[in-house]
């Protein structure tokens, strides 16, 4: 792939056009699924069940899609930089398809079961783990290193358009019947698997075949806790998130608190991806400049101040707005730590430490949404979410102090480490 000037377009690129296309229905299928399949394990669980112990449920949820992903990642991340990616994340979303179009069967002949519920998401967390590290180590693939960062915010708009509507479209699906909702989650990964397998020609450096798959394994570790920049970005990213998310318990908010019902979840959902699609297409347009640390650490603060907001919020479009001001903080964050792990990582070593960059957004994520339906369960939604807001800020504090490297990074223009 030729180099070329800043001003010239990544959407110029048509593997990159593709990617997008990928990204954006993949990330539209998941937010949808995600929403559709919180609501279903919750509206099940309390049918027999108090507040305190369906949300116990939403924990478990998650936390049986984040044990794949823990076990299979150093794996998954060799394998990206060994075999072929976009072959691995196409593949892998044909899994997820056949998984959300089983889904849609049970719940539209009404066979599901709790049971079968959690054997699902079980089986997407495995799929999950082989297509994170494949498509994130295939991005700088498919553009010129000078534009890795406008690609980056671009991409992030995709995966931003997606989290919008997919909650929005994955709501009012269910509320116009539930199967619904999985059949579009089933509709969109096709989709997203027929993009990456028309994807043709893009290089990739030699991966050295003569070490022991074992090491080659360690090596994404390796680099990542000898590079304290990546080690910083990617850590306080999951420690925030991890404390502060209070999506989770949006079924709980939407049900028992705001009463709004599974298409006012859906609105609750999208929220904070309107506010990160805002960020997304600004920073697109002007990418930041100078003191990127600063503000990676800036709007971590901001992102705990609007979750402590939003637990003590009893108004929609109060909560609304704090779950817009969340996700623009977020995407500013997510945006500055995708741009130095991408920038500052060989190409060979891209799979293995994006598989790294993946666990840590997975314990983020669904570790995430599991130690929030535990602490919901044994102190309430409410202060589960404030207590979040708060941790996320001493988070903030400490990093500051302990990742030097992190605060002083001025910009993204250094080349990869070795």
């Known amino acids: 792939m030729s180099d070329t000037s800043l001003g010239r377009s ?58 794949p992903m823990f076990v299979l990642t150093p794996l998954t991340g060799w394998m990206a930089d060994r075999y072929d990616r976009k072959l691995m994340a196409g593949w892998s979303c044909v899994a997820q398809l056949a998984g959300a179009a089983f889904l849609a069967w049970l719940v539209h002949d009404g066979r599901g079961t709790l049971i079968l519920y959690f054997m699902i998401a079980t089986l997407t967390g495995i799929t999950r783990a082989v297509y994170r590290p494949a498509i994130t180590a295939l991005a700088p693939n ?51 698997s027929c993009a990456l397998f028309a994807m043709r020609g893009m290089e990739r450096q030699p991966f050295d075949r003569n070490r022991h798959p074992l090491r080659q394994m360690m090596d994404g570790l390796t680099f ?44 609750l959902r999208a929220a904070p991806a309107i ?28 992102f705990g101040i609007a979750t402590i907001a ?24 997510v945006y500055v730590r995708q741009s130095l792990m991408q920038i500052a990582t060989p190409d060979e070593m891209r799979g293995r430490v994006g598989a790294i960059s993946s666990l840590f957004v997975s314990a983020s994520n669904e570790l995430g949404e599991a130690e929030s339906g535990f602490l919901a369960a044994a102190i309430g939604p409410v202060m589960a979410v404030v207590l979040g807001g708060v941790g996320t800020l001493a988070v903030v504090a400490l990093w500051a102090r302990w990742f030097p490297a992190l605060r002083k990074a001025d910009s993204f223009d250094h080349e990869p480490a070795r």
Not at 45 to 66: N, T, W, Y
Not at 144 to 163: D, M, S, T, Y
Not at 235 to 243: G, K, N, R, T, Y
Not at 310 to 333: H, K, Q
Request: aromatic share 8%; net charge positive.
């Open 224 to 267: 990542v806790i000898r590079h304290k920049l990546v080690l910083g970005a990617i850590s306080l990213d999951l420690i925030a998130v991890l404390l502060g998310g209070a999506t989770a318990l949006l079924p709980v908010y939407a049900r028992d608190i705001l009463h709004v019902g599974p298409a006012g979840l859906g609105n």
């Open 142 to 192: 498919t553009v010129p290193r000078a534009l890795l960062p406008r690609a980056v915010a671009a991409n992030a708009v995709a995966g931003r358009i997606g989290a919008i509507l997919g909650p929005v479209l994955g709501g009012y699906a269910y509320a116009a019947a539930p199967y619904l909702a999985f059949a579009l989650s089933a509709a969109l990964l096709l989709l997203s």
């Open 310 to 333: 939003f637990g003590l919020s009893r108004s929609l479009p109060l909560s609304l707005a704090c779950m817009a001001i969340l996700g623009a903080a977020d995407m500013i964050s």
């Open 275 to 302: 506010g990160a699609l805002a960020s997304g297409l600004w920073l697109s347009w002007r990418p930041l400049q100078g003191q990127v640390g600063v503000k990676m650490l800036a709007s971590v603060a901001i």
């Open 10 to 67: 990544a959407f110029s690129y048509r593997n990159f056009r593709l990617f997008w296309i990928a990204r954006k229905a993949s990330m539209l299928s998941q937010s949808s699924l995600v929403i559709a399949l919180g609501w279903l394990v919750y509206d099940v669980a309390r049918r027999s069940m108090d507040v305190r112990e369906a949300a116990l449920q939403l924990g478990l949820i998650g936390l049986v899609q984040f044990v």
